[in-house]
């Protein structure tokens, strides 16, 4: 089993420290009788505060968290400098140090889901969910469809228009709706650079997958696994790269932008 060591990590081992010392305190002013004015340093730096570490590191573990975008992989869905809010209750939160989850929910084809880099599990990612356990996934010149449906792919930009954001100049912004067996679809828009298209190599996914030419491959998804993309389609170290991603790796559901200090209109942005 992996453990992860993050922000979250460090916060429950703060957490802990602060209360042991709040607890000593405690038994100490029993012992001691009336409460002196001058409280030691441990007692100002250690139990006081140790109140407000918990509700920081319960929030955060429990509820909600508010994770920053380091790269563009997830373009034009998000941008680098969001700050996201993440859903822990979403799927059910996970203990520090561990992947033990107290499972609410599943998560769902099209959720963006942030996780613990497989590779690195201190590390947290988000993509796109596309495909659940046992689907097979066609994808083509960028685009994927789910177990034999059509492709449903339509131009939004060729990147050339006044209007287009810098980063996305000179690509193709695609509206792409991804369907499963059950009648689930997904909507989003997605990335492509017209002098790739998905030509990229396929290198993690191993036989679980069969490629037909550089930029198209069909990979069935194994169980308790999933499949992740960026939607910057070719510009983004997922599942194509590092695998599938094991189920206990999830961290919670991305569902809002909280905001952009660069560009505050993407302010509580719905994703």
């Known amino acids: 089993m992996q453990l992860g060591f993050s922000i979250n990590e460090i916060l429950a081992l703060v957490t802990l420290g ?9 038994v ?48 034009p869905t998000l941008r680098v400098g969001d700050y996201l809010l993440v859903n822990h209750l979403a799927y059910g939160p996970r203990l520090p140090f561990t992947n ?13 889901v942030v996780f613990r880099y497989p590779l690195d599990v201190s590390q947290f990612y988000v993509k796109r969910l596309i495909g659940l356990p046992g689907d097979v996934v066609v994808f083509q010149d960028g685009a994927v469809s789910l177990n034999g449906a059509p492709f449903d792919v339509q131009l939004v930009s060729e990147g050339n228009e ?9 690509q193709w912004l695609l509206h792409e709706t991804v369907g499963g067996d059950e009648g689930q679809t997904s909507s ?18 191993g036989e679980n997958c069969k490629v037909r030419r550089p930029g198209a491959w069909q990979c069935t ?11 910057n389609r070719d510009n983004s170290a997922d599942s194509r790269v590092w695998g599938f991603l094991p189920k206990e790796q999830v961290y919670g559901k991305a569902v809002r932008v909280l905001f952009n200090l660069a560009d505050m209109s993407r302010a509580w942005k719905p994703l």
Not at 162 to 170: F, H, N, S
Request: with cysteine; proline share 11%.
């Open 100 to 112: 033990t989850a107290i499972e609410f929910g599943q998560p769902q084809r099209g959720d963006v």
């Open 188 to 205: 989003h828009t997605i990335k492509v650079n017209p002098f790739i298209q998905g030509r990229a190599p396929v290198d993690g996914m």
């Open 162 to 170: 006044p209007t287009v954001a810098p980063e996305d100049r000179g």
């Open 28 to 75: 100490k002013t029993r012992r001691m009788g009336p409460v002196p004015e001058k409280k030691p340093l441990w007692v100002a730096f250690g139990s006081e505060l140790f109140v407000i570490v918990a509700l920081m590191f319960t929030c955060r573990v429990a509820v909600a968290d508010w994770p920053k975008v380091p790269s563009g992989s997830m373009e």
């Open 18 to 26: 602060t209360g042991a010392c709040w607890v000593a305190w405690k």
């Open 221 to 231: 998804v194994p169980p308790g696994e999933y499949l992740m993309l960026g939607d």
